[in-house]
């Protein structure tokens, strides 16, 4: 089984910045993409950033220029990097990946997610 526990998540002023920390472990043989989501309370769950294997990297129009999705493969950890928080940002953040098992089985694995709020 492959566990993923976010961390970084807290009360921020606007304009300020956070960290979020997503580390996976278990029967993890590799782990393909890597994603963060946000969900809102009343709102739908949405991507915030992506990253691939090889670092290729995906951003929701919201947080363009202000996230930076970023992964150490070698400790199976994944970032984000969250500047310029607005009040609109407040959200549970969830991390997402896609694990090749020790077994060669595929996962899609999901954190507990971690409250970000931003004040204004």
């Known amino acids: 089984q492959v566990q993923l526990v976010e961390s970084g998540g807290g009360l921020v002023q606007a304009g300020g910045s956070l960290r979020l920390s997503c580390a996976a472990s278990?029967?993890?043989?590799?782990?393909?993409?890597m994603g963060w989501y946000r969900q809102a309370p009343g709102k739908q769950r949405e991507l915030v950033a992506s990253i691939t294997r090889i670092g290729s990297t995906n951003y929701a129009d919201s947080v363009k220029g202000r996230f930076t999705i970023s992964r150490d493969n070698a400790k199976n950890t994944g970032y984000l990097q969250m500047n310029s928080l607005k009040p609109e940002d407040t959200a549970v953040y969830y991390c997402n990946a896609g694990v090749l098992t020790t077994r060669r089985a595929f996962e899609d694995c999901w954190g507990q997610g971690t409250q970000v709020t931003v004040s204004s």
């Open positions: 278990g029967s993890i043989f590799s782990i393909n993409n």
